[in-house]
């Protein structure tokens, strides 16, 4: 099973900028689809964003479509997802996750269709 790691959090002003990275070990993370997924205090967790384990294939929630980008480098088994215009509302911990199953033709949104997590990242953003 995939191991992931993010990191690239941190605290950043409203309107600023970050890029987070989610390391991932093991022979099958190019085969599989990856997101994003965050969790507010309170909150339950949601998605962000996700990706195919084919290039060109993304997904993103209404809220962070045209801020957040989401890419992936499968020679550097390595998970990204750039952060622009940030908003206080964007502030939680951010968590990549890997999609159950290996070449699936789907992009899942639901955080129960990923069987593999980081330990999270947490995101500030100031007004």
């Known amino acids: 099973q995939v191991q992931l790691r993010e990191s690239g959090g941190g605290l950043v002003q409203a309107g600023g900028s970050l890029r987070l990275s989610c390391a991932a070990s093991?022979?099958?993370?190019?085969?599989?689809?990856m997101g994003w997924f965050r969790q507010a205090p309170g909150k339950e967790r949601e998605f962000v964003a996700a990706?195919?384990?084919?290039?060109?294939?993304?997904v993103y929630a209404d809220s962070v479509k045209g801020r957040f980008t989401i890419s992936r480098d499968n020679t550097k088994n390595t998970l990204y997802l750039q952060m622009n215009s940030l908003k206080p509302e964007d502030t939680a911990v951010y968590y990549c996750?890997?999609?159950?199953?290996?070449?699936?033709?789907?992009?899942?949104?639901?955080?129960?269709?990923?069987?593999?997590w980081g330990q999270g990242t947490q995101v500030t953003v100031s007004s």
């Open positions: 990706i195919s384990w084919r290039p060109g294939s993304t």
């Open positions: 996750g890997a999609q159950q199953g290996i070449l699936a033709s789907y992009v899942a949104q639901r955080d129960g269709l990923y069987d593999a």
């Open positions: 093991g022979r099958t993370f190019s085969s599989k689809n």
